[in-house]
C-alpha cells in the first residue's frame, strides 16, 4: 500500500513521510515533521514542529502534536518531541516539545493510549504500554515509568515522577511521587495500597507477596521511611521490592502516605 496523502491535507515541503502512511483530509503536517511507517494522521490533525513518530501509530481527529511549549520561559529554541512506535493518541490530545530548561525533548515511549483531551506538556518522559484516559493532565518535566494507569480528569504536578505499574484513580490531583506498584487516589492523592490488578498482570504471586510485606514496612507501620527502605534494600532478595525501596530513597517530592503514629499503633 502507497503512501496516501488526501488533497485536502497539508504536507509541508521537508516533512518526511514513510510507507504505507495516510494523511486525512484538513490534516496539517509541519516541514520538520517525521511520521514512520504505517501510521495514521487523522483529519483535522496537526503535527507541528521537530515531531518524531514511530510507526503504527494512530493520530486521530483534532490531535496537536508538538506544537510549542505552553511555556512563558520559551523563545523559540530548537526543540524535539518523540513519540516511540504503535501509540494511540485520541481526539483532542495536546502533546509538547521540550524546553531549554529541561533538555529540549519530551519524549513518549511504545504502545501506550492516549484517551481524549489528554495534555502532556513540555520535558514529559513517558514509558511503554501506559494509558492515560480522558482529560489526564501532566505538567512539565513529570516522568511516567512503564505500564502506568493515570484516570481520567487528573492532574500531574509539574517534575511528579511515577514509577513502574502504578495507578492514579481518575479524578485525582498528584502533586508528590508515587512509588513503583503503588495506588494512589484522592484529591491531594495519597496512596491507597499497591496496584493490585496491574500486578496480577505482569508479576507472579511471590514477587506480589514480597511487595505485598514491603509496603506494609515501609508505609503502614510507622517507621521512619528512609531508614526502612534502607533496611529492605539491604535485606530483601526480590528485584521488585529493591526497586520500590530505591524509588523512596531517591524521591525529590516526597511519597504521599499518611503517616502513622507508630506509638498509638503499639497501643491498640
Given amino acids: 500500500m502507497a503512501v496516501k496523502i488526501s488533497p485536502l491535507a497539508v504536507v509541508e515541503k521537508g516533512a518526511e513521510i514513510g510507507e504505507n502512511v495516510e494523511v486525512a483530509p484538513f490534516a496539517f503536517v509541519g516541514s520538520k515533521a517525521k511520521i514512520g511507517d504505517g501510521s495514521t494522521i487523522g483529519q483535522a490533525a496537526r503535527i507541528e514542529g521537530d515531531t518524531t513518530i514511530g510507526s503504527d501509530c494512530r493520530i486521530f481527529s483534532h ?91 487528573t492532574p500531574i504536578h509539574q517534575f511528579v515522577k511515577i514509577g513502574d505499574l502504578a495507578m492514579i484513580a481518575g479524578a485525582s490531583a498528584l502533586n508528590q511521587d508515587v512509588p513503583p506498584y503503588c495506588l494512589a487516589e484522592g484529591n491531594r492523592a495519597r496512596l491507597r495500597g499497591l496496584n493490585l490488578t496491574g500486578l496480577r498482570r505482569a508479576l507472579d504471586k511471590d514477587a506480589i507477596n514480597s511487595l505485598r510485606m514491603a509496603y506494609k514496612e515501609l508505609f ?49
Fill in 63 to 153: 490531535a496537536v502534536v508538538g506544537s510549542i511549549p505552553q511555556d512563558l520561559k520559551f523563545h523559540g529554541e530548537d526543540v524535539k518531541l518523540i513519540i516511540g512506535d504503535r501509540n494511540t493518541i485520541r481526539e483532542f490530545t495536546l502533546l509538547n516539545p521540550g524546553t531549554e530548561g529541561g533538555g529540549g525533548v519530551t519524549k513518549i515511549g511504545d504502545d501506550n493510549l492516549l484517551m481524549g483531551y489528554v495534555h502532556i506538556a513540555h520535558d514529559c518522559i513517558i514509558g511503554n504500554r501506559c494509558i492515560l484516559a480522558n482529560a489526564a493532565t501532566l505538567a512539565g518535566h513529570v516522568v511516567v515509568g512503564d505500564g502506568v494507569v493515570i484516570g481520567g480528569m
Fill in 220 to 268: 503502614e507501620r510507622g517507621k521512619p521511611l528512609k531508614e526502612t527502605a534502607m533496611h529492605l534494600l539491604e535485606t530483601s532478595e526480590s528485584e521488585y521490592v529493591k526497586k520500590l525501596c530505591r524509588f523512596v530513597l531517591e524521591t525529590k517530592r516526597g511519597i504521599p502516605y499518611e503517616r502513622k503514629d507508630k506509638r498509638k499503633e503499639e497501643d491498640r
